[in-house]
């Protein structure tokens, strides 16, 4: 049984609720945490499938196989990623901005926007509470609830979706997170990855048909206003298609030009689709 990640937040539920809902059974186990947890642990082998953040795989891309069918990004905004900031990106210049250990795509995205987009190198100091850091009034990006917190919560002139960012500049899609395997789990058991990533697919046809029920969950475990679920998922992509790949590939580029990562990786899956 391979041992497969989750990322611990609400935005992946449409991929997840049917085994919440015990509706499929996941032929692995599952365990949930935060994306840079997620992605140490596939490095260390702990985890041998699973989603891990853009920027891990864009930088350790030879250590996986990059799977198809799924991805979390958005086509522009994402909600869930997001800048705070009392001056506009442009202003940000030298500026401090307290960013999370949570996850490296973010704040590479982030980079890559201030110094590609508008020209300006700002400092990313990590704290324990990026949060309350934005709340104080200082420069932060969130990602994840506590990001959909900001935006519930803070005016809307300082929360700037690096999605919406990202997509103004380029006209590409956003990818936070890609399934992949480790290299040499795949090459021992590749029909039990293609197992589980079938099951994940299923899942996720199954939450598309069943929306109020996923909505109905994602309330249990964060109540947020009524309609935030419906439009929340509306927004996010979760196909790795041709659209989604682009994104990917222009990210990539971006990192390469910025000197984040050191190769341009893979952003086509190598293995064979999940169906075959």
């Not at 989603?51 to 869930?80: M, Q």
Request: glycine residues 8%.
């Amino acid at each position: 049984m391979l041992n497969c990640g989750r990322i611990k937040y609400t935005n992946d539920l449409p991929i997840y609720a049917a085994f919440d809902e015990g509706v499929i059974e996941y032929p692995g186990t599952l365990h949930a945490d935060v994306p840079a947890a997620l992605n140490r642990m596939m490095l260390d082998g702990t985890l041998d499938v699973g989603p891990v953040s853009a920027f891990a795989y864009a930088k350790d891309f030879e250590r996986f196989v990059l799977l198809p069918d799924l991805c979390i990004g958005a086509r522009d905004e994402v909600i869930s990623v997001v800048l705070v900031s009392s001056v506009p990106p442009a202003l940000l210049d030298g500026a401090e901005i307290a960013v999370s250990s949570e996850s490296a795509t973010g704040r590479n995205l982030l980079r890559v926007l201030l110094e590609r987009r508008y020209g300006v190198h700002a400092r990313f100091i990590e704290s324990a509470d990026a949060a309350a850091a934005a709340n104080e009034g200082r420069a932060a990006l969130l990602i994840g609830d506590v990001a959909i917190d900001a935006q519930l919560s803070l005016p809307v002139e300082q929360v700037y979706d690096l999605g919406t960012l990202w997509h103004d500049w380029t006209g590409e899609q956003t990818v936070f997170a890609v399934w992949v395997a480790r290299r040499e789990v795949y090459a021992q058991d590749a029909q039990g990855v293609r197992a589980c990533m079938h099951a994940l697919t299923d899942s996720y046809t199954w939450a598309r048909g069943n929306m109020e029920t996923v909505i109905a969950r994602a309330q249990t475990i964060i109540a947020r206003p009524p309609g935030f679920y419906e439009n929340y998922y509306a927004k996010l992509n979760f196909t790795f298609h041709s659209a989604a790949q682009r994104g990917l590939a222009a990210y990539c580029r971006e990192l390469l030009t910025i000197g984040a990562i050191e190769t341009m990786p893979r952003v086509l899956p190598e293995a064979i689709g999940v169906g075959n």
